[in-house]
Nanobody, 122 residues
């Protein structure tokens, strides 16, 4: 399984970015796909997740109403649309995948992609 994250960059506070996670190597029908982030000096944290089958979504409280996770079945890609960004959103963002899980946790993810850096300037 390969997860390739892209779309990070430098943006001013209040701006938007869309991250992409291209997944390959297997069928992800029973997978849950997640975005996590790790800010400098902090632990990695959950951001958002989507069930590949059915499309149910889950968000951390800190991003609800600002971030939207979605998936494109045809392209095997998961997106994270990030709006109203603040400097507190600055982090390396990782996409991850877990098979057959009902609880989303960092330790429970089976596959991780390389991170993409998001920097929000004030």
């Amino acid at each position: 399984v390969q997860l390739q994250a892209s779309g990070g960059g430098l943006v001013q506070a209040g701006g938007s970015l869309r991250l992409s996670c291209a997944a390959s190597g297997r069928t992800f029908t029973n997978y849950i796909m997640g975005w996590f982030r790790q800010a400098p000096g902090k632990e990695r944290e959950f951001v958002a997740a989507v069930k590949w089958s059915g499309g149910s979504t889950y968000y951390a409280d800190s991003v609800k109403g600002r971030f939207t996770i979605s998936r494109d079945n045809a392209e095997n890609t998961v997106y994270l649309q990030m709006n109203s960004l603040t400097p507190e959103d600055t982090a390396v963002y990782y996409c991850a995948a877990a098979a057959g899980k009902t609880i989303i946790s960092i330790s429970g993810m089976d596959y991780w992609g390389e991170g993409t850096l998001v920097t929000v300037s004030s």
